[in-house]
């Protein structure tokens, strides 16, 4: 990850380096729980255990980061593949509206730099804008609708 990416990433969030195009090793994975995920609930004050679903791609199947998220308390289920019907609260109440909303800035962005080029560097920003316009109900709104009420 370029410095200037890093720099401009905000302090709330956990962020990883990897030299490589795709996080495909299990050690990127055990860093990214160890060193991100687990300091986050932590400081969250999150209730353990807490359940966590993968997608069944092998790199979450491994005893490594079965070891890991056991002696953290974490329960790590993994769906199989295709599980669109799982998957679906998750669609309509989170990924949906998030590419809307990534639309939506991304033409924003457009507009206030007419002449530029979208790289890498301005990725950070407009995600971080979008993401605080993500709205906690209606993303338990979507759950709920889909069958599902969290907290209950």
Excluded at 3 to 21: D, L, S
Excluded at 125 to 146: M, T, Y
């Amino acid at each position: 990850m370029p410095q200037q990416i890093a720099e401009g990433v905000p302090k709330r969030w956990g962020i990883g380096r990897n030299f490589r195009q795709w996080v495909n090793e299990i050690r990127d994975f055990l860093l990214i729980y160890a060193n991100i995920f687990y300091p986050f609930l932590l400081k969250s004050k999150v209730t353990f255990p807490v359940i966590l679903f993968v997608d069944g791609h092998k790199i979450h199947l491994t005893y490594q980061l079965s070891k890991l998220c056991t002696d953290l308390k974490i329960i790590l289920i993994a769906l199989y593949p295709n599980a669109t019907r799982i998957l679906q609260p998750a669609d309509v109440s989170c990924f949906r509206p998030l590419k809307a909303l990534w639309k939506r800035g991304v033409l924003k962005w457009r507009r206030s730099n007419p002449f530029c080029q979208l790289t890498k560097i301005d990725f950070v920003p407009i995600l971080n804008e979008i993401i605080s316009e993500l709205v906690p109900e209606s993303i338990s709104n979507g759950f709920r609708a889909c069958g599902l009420s969290p907290g209950t």
